[in-house]
């Protein structure tokens, strides 16, 4: 299942994930450091929900209370909460 994730507080401006049977099979964010990004992406793909949640909820950018990873964990959260 495909999913559209407009993040907050992160220069990233929209987060484009694809689960199948609570596995994250690719990532792509619009915006944001490319780089960091792509890492982020790569990293969470072919793992779980749970997994990348634990890993990545939390993360602050600089001085920002959220982070492009952080913002992956809320929209993770928010597929678990509508399956």
Do not use: H, W
């Not at 929209?14 to 490319?34: A, D, R, T, Y």
């Not at 929209?75 to 399956?83: N, Q």
């Amino acid at each position: 299942m495909k999913y559209s994730f407009r993040p907050k507080g992160v220069c990233s401006m929209q987060i484009e994930i694809e689960v199948e049977n609570s596995l994250i099979k690719n990532v792509e964010f619009v915006g944001g450091c490319s780089g960091n990004t792509q890492g982020v992406a790569s990293l969470a793909k072919g793992r779980n929900i749970d997994e990348v949640i634990a890993a990545l909820e939390g993360i602050k950018c600089g001085f920002k209370n959220t982070s492009c990873p952080d913002q992956l964990a809320c929209a993770l959260k928010e597929i678990k909460k509508g399956a």
